[in-house]
Protein backbone atom coordinates (compact mmCIF):
# COMPACT_ATOMS: atom_id res chain seq x y z
CA UNK A 1 0.00 0.00 0.00
CA UNK A 2 0.87 3.66 -0.43
CA UNK A 3 2.31 4.61 3.01
CA UNK A 4 0.22 8.05 2.05
CA UNK A 5 -2.94 6.62 1.83
CA UNK A 6 -2.65 5.70 5.20
CA UNK A 7 -3.31 9.40 5.96
CA UNK A 8 -6.34 10.25 3.68
CA UNK A 9 -8.49 10.10 6.88
CA UNK A 10 -5.72 11.49 9.74
CA UNK A 11 -7.34 14.57 11.38
CA UNK A 12 -5.54 17.13 11.46
CA UNK A 13 -5.65 18.07 15.05
CA UNK A 14 -3.26 16.59 18.04
CA UNK A 15 -4.57 13.28 18.92
CA UNK A 16 -4.19 14.33 23.01
CA UNK A 17 -6.47 17.44 22.15
CA UNK A 18 -9.21 15.44 20.48
CA UNK A 19 -10.52 14.55 23.99
CA UNK A 20 -14.70 14.65 24.98
CA UNK A 21 -13.19 15.25 28.23
CA UNK A 22 -11.35 18.44 27.43
CA UNK A 23 -12.46 20.69 30.14
CA UNK A 24 -14.25 23.74 29.89
CA UNK A 25 -12.01 27.01 29.70
CA UNK A 26 -11.66 29.28 32.17
CA UNK A 27 -12.98 32.87 31.99
CA UNK A 28 -10.70 35.55 30.88
CA UNK A 29 -9.17 38.44 33.41
CA UNK A 30 -11.75 41.34 33.29
CA UNK A 31 -10.17 44.26 35.32
CA UNK A 32 -7.38 44.63 37.31
CA UNK A 33 -6.16 42.28 40.28
CA UNK A 34 -3.21 42.11 42.77
CA UNK A 35 -1.54 39.14 44.11
CA UNK A 36 1.63 37.95 45.42
CA UNK A 37 2.72 35.83 42.10
CA UNK A 38 1.83 35.94 38.20
CA UNK A 39 2.59 33.40 36.58
CA UNK A 40 2.16 34.24 33.20
CA UNK A 41 1.66 30.82 30.50
CA UNK A 42 -0.54 27.61 31.23
CA UNK A 43 1.77 24.85 29.54
CA UNK A 44 3.68 22.67 32.46
CA UNK A 45 6.11 25.39 33.09
CA UNK A 46 3.85 27.45 34.18
CA UNK A 47 1.32 25.16 35.53
CA UNK A 48 4.15 23.23 37.83
CA UNK A 49 5.02 27.07 39.30
CA UNK A 50 1.55 27.87 40.31
CA UNK A 51 1.24 24.47 41.71
CA UNK A 52 4.42 24.15 43.75
CA UNK A 53 4.34 27.69 45.28
CA UNK A 54 0.81 27.02 46.76
CA UNK A 55 2.39 23.76 48.04
CA UNK A 56 5.24 25.98 49.86
CA UNK A 57 3.16 28.22 51.24
CA UNK A 58 -0.79 28.12 51.10
CA UNK A 59 -1.41 31.05 52.07
CA UNK A 60 0.34 32.88 49.13
CA UNK A 61 -2.38 34.60 46.15
CA UNK A 62 -1.13 33.47 42.94
CA UNK A 63 -2.80 34.26 39.53
CA UNK A 64 -2.10 32.75 36.43
CA UNK A 65 -2.95 33.89 32.71
CA UNK A 66 -2.91 31.74 29.58
CA UNK A 67 -3.24 33.50 26.47
CA UNK A 68 -5.06 30.81 24.37
CA UNK A 69 -6.09 27.64 26.96
CA UNK A 70 -4.56 25.57 29.51
CA UNK A 71 -2.05 23.01 27.21
CA UNK A 72 -3.21 23.95 23.89
CA UNK A 73 0.15 24.52 22.87
CA UNK A 74 3.69 22.07 22.88
CA UNK A 75 2.34 20.70 26.74
CA UNK A 76 -1.14 18.82 24.81
CA UNK A 77 0.85 18.08 21.82
CA UNK A 78 4.38 16.27 22.18
CA UNK A 79 4.87 12.74 22.65
CA UNK A 80 3.62 12.01 26.09
CA UNK A 81 7.65 11.11 27.08
CA UNK A 82 8.64 12.33 30.81
CA UNK A 83 12.26 11.48 31.10
CA UNK A 84 14.30 12.18 34.32
CA UNK A 85 17.22 14.04 32.41
CA UNK A 86 17.48 17.51 32.62
CA UNK A 87 20.04 18.24 30.44
CA UNK A 88 18.77 16.41 27.02
CA UNK A 89 20.48 13.56 27.48
CA UNK A 90 23.54 11.96 29.20
CA UNK A 91 26.04 13.02 26.48
CA UNK A 92 25.36 17.28 26.23
CA UNK A 93 25.46 17.64 30.32
CA UNK A 94 28.79 15.39 30.32
CA UNK A 95 29.71 17.74 27.31
CA UNK A 96 28.53 20.81 29.04
CA UNK A 97 28.41 20.47 32.73
CA UNK A 98 30.79 17.58 33.73
CA UNK A 99 31.53 18.52 37.34
CA UNK A 100 28.15 18.76 38.20
CA UNK A 101 26.98 16.07 36.12
CA UNK A 102 26.02 13.78 39.34
CA UNK A 103 24.21 16.13 41.22
CA UNK A 104 22.54 16.64 37.38
CA UNK A 105 21.62 13.55 37.03
CA UNK A 106 20.61 12.91 40.78
CA UNK A 107 18.22 15.73 40.83
CA UNK A 108 16.60 14.95 37.52
CA UNK A 109 15.55 11.14 39.31
CA UNK A 110 14.17 13.04 41.64
CA UNK A 111 12.61 15.02 39.52
CA UNK A 112 11.00 12.61 37.69
CA UNK A 113 9.60 10.58 41.10
CA UNK A 114 8.34 14.16 42.21
CA UNK A 115 6.22 14.07 39.35
CA UNK A 116 5.05 10.67 39.77
CA UNK A 117 4.25 11.05 43.20
CA UNK A 118 1.89 14.30 42.24
CA UNK A 119 0.09 12.27 39.91
CA UNK A 120 -0.91 10.24 42.51
CA UNK A 121 -1.37 12.56 45.14
CA UNK A 122 -3.53 14.66 42.82
CA UNK A 123 -5.43 11.86 41.19
CA UNK A 124 -4.37 12.75 37.84
CA UNK A 125 -5.94 10.55 35.10
CA UNK A 126 -3.24 10.95 32.41
CA UNK A 127 -2.08 7.36 31.80
CA UNK A 128 1.46 7.29 33.79
CA UNK A 129 3.52 4.72 32.83
CA UNK A 130 7.05 4.11 34.07
CA UNK A 131 7.98 1.69 31.09
CA UNK A 132 11.02 3.30 30.30
CA UNK A 133 12.41 4.15 26.55
CA UNK A 134 14.71 1.61 24.44
CA UNK A 135 17.74 4.00 22.35
CA UNK A 136 17.29 1.61 18.96
CA UNK A 137 20.37 1.26 16.62
CA UNK A 138 19.44 0.89 12.93
CA UNK A 139 23.21 0.83 11.59
CA UNK A 140 25.67 -1.22 12.91
CA UNK A 141 27.67 1.87 13.22
CA UNK A 142 25.48 2.92 15.63
CA UNK A 143 26.20 0.38 18.34
CA UNK A 144 29.51 0.76 20.05
CA UNK A 145 27.72 4.29 20.66
CA UNK A 146 25.14 2.51 22.76
CA UNK A 147 27.45 0.43 24.55
CA UNK A 148 29.13 3.30 25.83
CA UNK A 149 26.56 5.27 26.76
CA UNK A 150 24.95 2.17 29.35
CA UNK A 151 28.83 2.23 30.40
CA UNK A 152 28.45 6.26 31.21
CA UNK A 153 25.35 6.12 32.83
CA UNK A 154 26.46 3.10 35.02
CA UNK A 155 28.91 6.00 36.36
CA UNK A 156 26.52 8.63 36.91
CA UNK A 157 24.15 6.11 39.07
CA UNK A 158 21.68 5.14 36.03
CA UNK A 159 21.38 1.53 35.09
CA UNK A 160 20.89 0.82 31.66
CA UNK A 161 20.47 -2.72 29.65
CA UNK A 162 22.29 -3.47 26.80
CA UNK A 163 20.23 -5.51 24.36
CA UNK A 164 21.46 -7.30 20.66
CA UNK A 165 19.49 -7.68 18.01
CA UNK A 166 17.50 -10.64 19.47
CA UNK A 167 16.84 -8.78 22.51
CA UNK A 168 15.29 -5.67 21.61
CA UNK A 169 13.54 -7.33 18.67
CA UNK A 170 11.78 -9.78 20.79
CA UNK A 171 10.64 -6.67 22.89
CA UNK A 172 9.53 -4.18 20.02
CA UNK A 173 9.55 -6.35 16.48
CA UNK A 174 11.35 -4.29 13.36
CA UNK A 175 13.50 -5.76 10.64
CA UNK A 176 15.52 -2.62 11.01
CA UNK A 177 16.74 -2.73 15.32
CA UNK A 178 19.92 -4.18 15.00
CA UNK A 179 20.57 -3.52 19.00
CA UNK A 180 19.34 -1.02 21.53
CA UNK A 181 19.91 -0.02 25.39
CA UNK A 182 16.54 0.46 27.61
CA UNK A 183 16.03 2.97 30.46
CA UNK A 184 13.85 0.79 32.36
CA UNK A 185 13.43 3.35 35.35
CA UNK A 186 14.46 7.06 33.64
CA UNK A 187 11.26 7.22 31.18
CA UNK A 188 7.71 7.65 31.49
CA UNK A 189 4.90 7.55 29.25
CA UNK A 190 2.02 9.44 29.85
CA UNK A 191 -1.34 11.57 27.57
CA UNK A 192 0.46 15.05 27.69
CA UNK A 193 -2.31 17.10 27.90
CA UNK A 194 -4.63 15.16 29.92
CA UNK A 195 -1.28 15.94 32.62
CA UNK A 196 -1.57 19.72 31.80
CA UNK A 197 -5.78 19.28 32.56
CA UNK A 198 -4.99 17.59 35.84
CA UNK A 199 -2.31 20.20 36.34
CA UNK A 200 -4.95 22.96 36.00
CA UNK A 201 -7.70 20.87 38.33
CA UNK A 202 -5.04 20.74 40.98
CA UNK A 203 -3.78 24.16 40.95
CA UNK A 204 -7.91 25.47 40.71
CA UNK A 205 -8.27 22.92 44.17
CA UNK A 206 -5.20 24.56 46.16
CA UNK A 207 -6.68 27.74 45.32
CA UNK A 208 -4.64 29.43 42.42
CA UNK A 209 -6.65 32.24 40.37
CA UNK A 210 -6.68 30.80 36.48
CA UNK A 211 -7.64 32.93 33.80
CA UNK A 212 -7.47 31.97 29.88
CA UNK A 213 -7.56 33.71 26.95
CA UNK A 214 -6.03 36.45 28.23
CA UNK A 215 -2.41 36.76 26.86
CA UNK A 216 -0.24 39.07 28.51
CA UNK A 217 0.82 42.11 26.52
CA UNK A 218 3.71 43.79 28.15
CA UNK A 219 5.36 44.11 31.52
CA UNK A 220 6.61 46.90 33.58
CA UNK A 221 8.00 47.30 37.11
CA UNK A 222 5.92 49.49 39.29
CA UNK A 223 7.22 50.74 42.37
CA UNK A 224 7.79 47.94 44.66
CA UNK A 225 5.82 44.99 42.66
CA UNK A 226 5.58 43.98 38.76
CA UNK A 227 2.55 45.30 36.67
CA UNK A 228 1.73 43.05 33.61
CA UNK A 229 -0.93 44.59 31.04
CA UNK A 230 -3.94 41.84 29.44
CA UNK A 231 -6.26 42.98 27.02
CA UNK A 232 -9.03 43.56 29.45
CA UNK A 233 -7.23 44.78 32.70
CA UNK A 234 -4.10 44.62 34.57
CA UNK A 235 -1.94 42.67 37.45
CA UNK A 236 -0.15 43.84 39.76
CA UNK A 237 2.22 41.20 41.54
CA UNK A 238 4.98 41.04 44.46
CA UNK A 239 6.80 38.53 41.68
CA UNK A 240 6.23 37.31 38.31
CA UNK A 241 7.21 33.72 37.07
CA UNK A 242 7.47 33.99 32.62
CA UNK A 243 6.79 30.78 31.63
CA UNK A 244 6.49 31.34 28.03
CA UNK A 245 8.41 28.69 26.24
CA UNK A 246 8.28 28.91 23.03
CA UNK A 247 6.47 32.24 22.50
CA UNK A 248 7.95 35.56 22.51
CA UNK A 249 9.06 36.79 25.65
CA UNK A 250 7.81 39.98 27.25
CA UNK A 251 11.32 40.77 28.24
CA UNK A 252 12.57 41.34 25.04
CA UNK A 253 16.57 40.68 26.17
CA UNK A 254 15.44 36.90 26.05
CA UNK A 255 14.06 36.67 22.94
CA UNK A 256 17.46 36.18 20.78
CA UNK A 257 18.27 32.61 23.49
CA UNK A 258 15.36 30.76 21.77
CA UNK A 259 14.10 29.79 18.62
CA UNK A 260 10.97 28.00 17.69
CA UNK A 261 11.31 24.74 15.86
CA UNK A 262 8.56 22.73 13.97
CA UNK A 263 7.90 19.15 14.90
CA UNK A 264 5.44 16.83 13.66
CA UNK A 265 4.00 13.29 14.22
CA UNK A 266 1.57 11.11 13.43
CA UNK A 267 -0.78 8.53 15.41
CA UNK A 268 -2.32 5.48 14.20
CA UNK A 269 -5.78 3.83 14.72
CA UNK A 270 -6.12 1.38 17.73
CA UNK A 271 -3.80 -1.79 16.60
CA UNK A 272 -6.09 -5.03 16.93
CA UNK A 273 -4.82 -7.50 19.14
CA UNK A 274 -3.26 -9.57 16.03
CA UNK A 275 -1.43 -6.20 14.92
CA UNK A 276 0.29 -5.84 18.13
CA UNK A 277 0.80 -9.28 19.02
CA UNK A 278 3.15 -9.03 15.47
CA UNK A 279 5.19 -6.17 17.10
CA UNK A 280 5.41 -7.56 20.48
CA UNK A 281 5.50 -4.65 22.91
CA UNK A 282 4.33 -6.48 25.96
CA UNK A 283 6.27 -4.33 28.23
CA UNK A 284 5.04 -0.97 26.58
CA UNK A 285 8.66 0.82 26.48
CA UNK A 286 8.86 4.25 24.29
CA UNK A 287 11.72 3.86 21.59
CA UNK A 288 13.88 6.48 19.38
CA UNK A 289 16.67 5.49 16.91
CA UNK A 290 19.80 6.72 16.83
CA UNK A 291 19.83 9.10 14.20
CA UNK A 292 20.76 12.79 13.96
CA UNK A 293 16.85 13.32 12.15
CA UNK A 294 15.54 10.43 14.95
CA UNK A 295 12.16 9.58 15.62
CA UNK A 296 10.17 8.94 18.92
CA UNK A 297 7.52 6.46 19.15
CA UNK A 298 5.18 5.19 22.06
CA UNK A 299 2.23 2.92 21.90
CA UNK A 300 -1.37 5.20 23.87
CA UNK A 301 -3.14 3.56 26.33
CA UNK A 302 -5.54 2.34 23.56
CA UNK A 303 -2.86 0.72 21.87
CA UNK A 304 -2.46 3.61 19.26
CA UNK A 305 0.96 4.15 17.68
CA UNK A 306 2.63 7.30 17.80
CA UNK A 307 5.05 8.13 15.17
CA UNK A 308 6.96 11.53 15.60
CA UNK A 309 10.32 13.62 15.04
CA UNK A 310 12.91 13.25 12.03
CA UNK A 311 11.99 16.67 10.54
CA UNK A 312 12.23 20.17 12.72
CA UNK A 313 11.27 23.20 10.39
CA UNK A 314 12.55 26.30 11.49
CA UNK A 315 10.72 29.65 9.36
CA UNK A 316 12.14 32.40 8.67
CA UNK A 317 12.35 35.27 11.53
CA UNK A 318 10.99 32.47 13.85
CA UNK A 319 7.40 32.87 13.28
CA UNK A 320 5.27 30.79 15.30
CA UNK A 321 1.89 29.99 13.01
CA UNK A 322 -1.01 27.98 13.02
CA UNK A 323 -0.60 27.21 9.78
CA UNK A 324 2.55 25.64 10.29
CA UNK A 325 1.39 22.75 12.45
CA UNK A 326 0.46 21.31 9.41
CA UNK A 327 3.18 19.89 6.98
CA UNK A 328 1.69 16.99 4.78
CA UNK A 329 5.39 16.79 2.77
CA UNK A 330 6.68 16.01 6.38
CA UNK A 331 3.45 13.49 7.07
CA UNK A 332 4.18 11.63 3.96
CA UNK A 333 7.77 11.10 4.87
CA UNK A 334 6.67 9.87 8.18
CA UNK A 335 4.63 7.52 7.01
CA UNK A 336 7.08 5.76 4.75
CA UNK A 337 9.33 5.59 7.71
CA UNK A 338 6.87 4.11 9.55
CA UNK A 339 6.04 0.86 7.40
CA UNK A 340 9.85 0.52 6.47
CA UNK A 341 10.21 0.04 10.37
CA UNK A 342 6.79 -1.97 10.99
CA UNK A 343 6.10 -3.60 7.44
CA UNK A 344 4.11 -6.09 9.38
CA UNK A 345 1.41 -3.11 10.06
CA UNK A 346 0.67 -2.73 6.19
CA UNK A 347 -2.99 -1.79 6.26
CA UNK A 348 -2.47 0.28 9.33
CA UNK A 349 -4.58 3.63 8.72
CA UNK A 350 -2.95 7.04 10.76
CA UNK A 351 -6.02 8.85 12.86
CA UNK A 352 -4.29 11.75 13.18
CA UNK A 353 -1.84 13.98 11.61
CA UNK A 354 -0.51 17.66 13.56
CA UNK A 355 2.45 19.54 13.90
CA UNK A 356 3.81 22.07 17.01
CA UNK A 357 6.70 24.85 18.19
CA UNK A 358 9.39 23.88 20.55
CA UNK A 359 11.15 26.19 21.97
CA UNK A 360 14.88 25.54 21.15
CA UNK A 361 18.15 27.14 22.85
CA UNK A 362 22.05 26.88 21.63
CA UNK A 363 22.58 24.15 24.37
CA UNK A 364 19.26 21.93 23.85
CA UNK A 365 17.80 22.27 27.88
CA UNK A 366 16.44 25.04 29.81
CA UNK A 367 18.37 28.00 30.75
CA UNK A 368 17.13 30.68 33.32
CA UNK A 369 17.36 34.24 34.18
CA UNK A 370 15.85 37.37 35.87
CA UNK A 371 14.84 40.54 35.54
CA UNK A 372 13.43 44.00 37.67
CA UNK A 373 16.01 43.34 40.43
CA UNK A 374 14.95 39.92 40.87
CA UNK A 375 11.38 40.16 41.11
CA UNK A 376 10.54 38.64 37.65
CA UNK A 377 12.09 35.10 36.71
CA UNK A 378 12.04 33.24 33.71
CA UNK A 379 12.88 29.73 31.94
CA UNK A 380 12.69 28.43 28.68
CA UNK A 381 14.88 26.64 26.22
CA UNK A 382 13.79 23.48 26.98
CA UNK A 383 14.16 21.72 22.99
CA UNK A 384 11.94 18.73 23.56
CA UNK A 385 12.33 17.36 26.39
CA UNK A 386 10.47 19.26 28.74
CA UNK A 387 7.59 17.34 30.42
CA UNK A 388 9.75 16.60 32.81
CA UNK A 389 12.17 19.26 33.02
CA UNK A 390 9.25 21.66 33.03
CA UNK A 391 8.55 21.29 36.94
CA UNK A 392 12.51 21.54 37.98
CA UNK A 393 12.38 24.63 36.15
CA UNK A 394 9.47 25.97 38.26
CA UNK A 395 11.24 24.65 41.24
CA UNK A 396 14.39 26.77 39.56
CA UNK A 397 12.19 29.69 39.13
CA UNK A 398 10.55 29.97 42.85
CA UNK A 399 14.11 29.80 44.53
CA UNK A 400 15.29 32.24 42.71
CA UNK A 401 12.24 34.51 43.12
CA UNK A 402 12.80 34.05 46.47
CA UNK A 403 16.19 35.23 46.58
CA UNK A 404 17.15 31.96 48.18
CA UNK A 405 20.94 29.87 47.41
CA UNK A 406 19.50 26.50 46.93
CA UNK A 407 21.56 23.39 45.52
CA UNK A 408 19.31 24.15 42.36
CA UNK A 409 20.37 27.66 41.74
CA UNK A 410 23.96 26.68 42.94
CA UNK A 411 24.38 24.76 39.61
CA UNK A 412 26.44 25.90 36.77
CA UNK A 413 23.11 25.24 34.28
CA UNK A 414 21.18 27.69 36.27
CA UNK A 415 23.49 30.44 36.84
CA UNK A 416 24.53 30.73 33.21
CA UNK A 417 22.73 31.10 30.35
CA UNK A 418 23.43 29.81 26.38
CA UNK A 419 24.88 31.78 23.40
CA UNK A 420 22.23 33.58 21.68
CA UNK A 421 21.27 32.55 18.75
CA UNK A 422 22.26 35.22 15.32
CA UNK A 423 20.41 37.42 14.01
CA UNK A 424 18.42 36.82 10.31
CA UNK A 425 19.55 35.75 7.99
CA UNK A 426 22.77 34.37 9.46
CA UNK A 427 20.07 32.48 11.74
CA UNK A 428 18.23 30.80 9.37
CA UNK A 429 21.73 30.08 6.93
CA UNK A 430 23.00 28.92 10.29
CA UNK A 431 19.95 26.53 10.67
CA UNK A 432 19.40 25.37 7.26
CA UNK A 433 23.67 24.27 6.98
CA UNK A 434 23.30 22.63 10.78
CA UNK A 435 20.34 20.67 9.47
CA UNK A 436 22.29 19.66 5.95
CA UNK A 437 24.94 18.92 7.91
CA UNK A 438 23.02 16.13 10.64
CA UNK A 439 21.12 14.86 7.38
CA UNK A 440 24.75 14.17 5.58
CA UNK A 441 26.15 12.60 9.27
CA UNK A 442 23.26 10.33 9.22
CA UNK A 443 24.23 9.20 5.54
CA UNK A 444 27.87 8.97 6.30
CA UNK A 445 28.13 6.71 9.46
CA UNK A 446 27.48 9.37 11.81
CA UNK A 447 30.91 11.12 10.38
CA UNK A 448 30.43 14.81 11.82
CA UNK A 449 31.23 16.96 8.86
CA UNK A 450 33.60 20.74 9.22
CA UNK A 451 31.09 22.56 10.10
CA UNK A 452 29.27 19.99 12.82
CA UNK A 453 32.73 19.81 14.45
CA UNK A 454 33.21 23.40 14.65
CA UNK A 455 29.83 23.88 16.23
CA UNK A 456 31.28 20.85 18.59
CA UNK A 457 34.09 23.25 19.43
CA UNK A 458 32.19 26.16 20.56
CA UNK A 459 29.63 24.10 22.58
CA UNK A 460 26.92 24.13 19.78
CA UNK A 461 27.48 20.75 18.58
CA UNK A 462 24.26 18.48 18.81
CA UNK A 463 23.92 15.33 18.18
CA UNK A 464 20.71 13.77 19.42
Not at 123 to 140: H, K, L, M, N
Not at 189 to 206: E, I, S, T, V, Y
Not at 216 to 240: C, D, K, L, M, Q
Not at 242 to 262: E, G
Request: with cysteine.
Amino acid sequence: MDPVRALQDARPTPFWLDDPGRPDAASALVGDTRCDLLVVGGGYTGLWTALIAKERDPSLDVVLVEGEEIGWAASGRNGGFCESSLTHGLHNGLARWPDELDRLERLGRENLQAIEDAVKRYGIDCDWERTGSIVVATEPYQLPDLKETAEVAARYGSELTVLDAGQVRAEIDSPTFLGGVWDKDGVAMLNPARLAWGLKQACLDMGVRLYEHTPATSITEAGPGITVRTPYGRVGARHVALATNVFPSLIRRHRPYTVPVYDYALMTEPLTDEQLASVGWRNRPGFADSTNQFHYVRLSADNRILWGGYDAVYHYRGRVRAEHDQRPQTFATLAGHFFRTFPQLEGVRFSHAWGGAIDTSTRFCAFFDTSHHGRTAYAAGFTGLGVGATRFAAEVMLDLLAGERTERTALEMVRRKPLPFPPEPFRSAGIGITKWSLARADENEGRRNLWLRTLDRFGLGFDS
